[in-house]
C-alpha cells in the first residue's frame, strides 16, 4: 500500500524543494528527493521526510464532510467566517516559510462510534467479526485476506493479536 509523504528540503535557509510523495517506502521518497533536486547525496542539506498516516486523513476528511465544512474553491467564504479582514488589493502577499511558520500542529480527531476501535479506524469490528468467521472455516490468511481485501500481514497480525489459533 502506498503511503503519503510530506517532503521539505532546504540549503542554508533558501528552500530547495516542498511537496509531496506517495509511495511504498520513505526510502521510495528519499530517492525520488535526490532525483528531484539532481544530486546523488543530500550532504549539507536540511530536509525531512514526513509520512503522513492515510487513516488520519480518511478521519479528518470524514469529519469535514459530517460537518458540511466544505468551501467552493471559486466562492470565497464570507469575512465573518474568516475572523480577519481581508487584505487591501494594493498590500504585498507575505508567505511565511515552514521555518517562520513555526511546526504544524494537528489535533487528533476524536473517534467517531460508527468507524470503530480508535486505533483501528476505517475497519470496525463487523469486517473483522467477519473475517475471523471465514478464517475458522477455511484455515487460510491468503483466502481470508483476499475475501475482504485486506493485507495478509493485516489478517496474520489480528489473528496473532487475538488469539484466533487457540
Known sequence: ????????????????????????????????????????????????????????????????????????????????EVGHPAPSADAAEEELTPSEAGPPTMAKPAPVASEGKPGNPGFGDDLWAEARAFWEECRCIRKTAEKFALSPNSVKTRARREGWRK
Request: hydrophobic share 40%.
Open 1 to 80: 500500500m502506498d503511503k503519503l509523504y510530506w517532503i521539505a528540503c532546504d540549503d542554508k535557509d533558501a528552500p530547495l524543494f516542498e511537496g509531496r510523495y506517495q509511495g511504498r517506502t520513505r526510502g521510495g521518497a528519499l530517492k525520488f528527493l535526490k532525483e528531484t533536486l539532481g544530486r546523488k547525496n543530500l550532504n549539507g542539506l536540511v530536509f525531512t521526510i514526513t509520512e503522513i498516516p492515510v487513516p488520519l486523513i480518511r478521519e479528518i476528511v470524514a469529519e469535514i464532510l459530517a460537518t458540511g465544512g466544505i468551501v467552493p474553491l471559486t466562492a470565497s467564504p464570507p469575512e465573518s
